[in-house]
């Protein structure tokens, strides 16, 4: 797409984002059922049922601006998604604690994205007088913000410090489970 002004960024930007939230629809389901954890699994569904919303938004978007809602590829949420299946592919014989603070990493590349995506989206809308749009774009935006506040508790609060530990000290957690 031939790029002439800040609406053309802007329907290009959204673009890359529609497609963004499609490839992060279809890798949140296989790392939620990767985490070990209870309350990451919990983060990462209620962020799937999140990231629905926010397709539709963008489908919204595209309406407020007379267009079809269509993608194009988003190669940066590839290569972090890419980057992330790496991480599913060392589970195997790999401490379950270990995982969960990769997985989280991951899901947090994931929303560092979205909030510069989405930022630079709304700003764009505001400068172009799209008030509606802008609107819709900061609703998501505060979504992505608050999910990635909420991975970075579950690492803080509990997962990075398990996986400090390593199966050693699980080992000895099983054991005393055990008695």
């Not at 609406?7 to 963004?20: F, I, K, S, W």
């Not at 992060?24 to 049922?49: D, G, V």
């Not at 979504?143 to 400090?164: C, F, H, M, Q, Y």
């Amino acid at each position: 797409m031939k790029l002439s002004n800040l609406h053309d960024v802007l329907v290009d930007e959204l673009r890359d984002l529609y497609n963004a939230e499609k490839q992060i629809l279809k890798a949140l389901p296989r790392m939620s059922k990767a985490a070990s954890s209870a309350e990451l699994q919990n983060a990462l569904q209620e962020h799937l049922s999140q990231t629905e919303d926010q397709v539709e938004r963008l489908e919204k978007i595209f309406e407020e601006l007379d267009m079809a809602a269509r993608g194009k590829t988003c190669h940066g949420m590839q290569g972090i998604i890419e980057e992330g299946k790496e991480v599913l592919e060392e589970r195997k014989g790999s401490d379950p604690a270990a995982i969960d603070a990769a997985l989280l990493a991951a899901a947090q590349k994931v929303e560092h994205y979205e909030i510069c995506a989405y930022g630079s989206s709304r700003a764009h809308a505001e400068l172009l007088g799209l008030s509606r749009v802008a609107e819709l774009l900061q609703e998501t935006l505060d979504e992505e913000s608050e999910a990635n506040e909420k991975l970075d508790a579950i690492a803080r609060d509990g997962v990075n410090a398990a996986a400090a530990n390593g199966s050693a000290a699980r080992g000895e957690e099983d054991e005393d489970e055990g008695d």
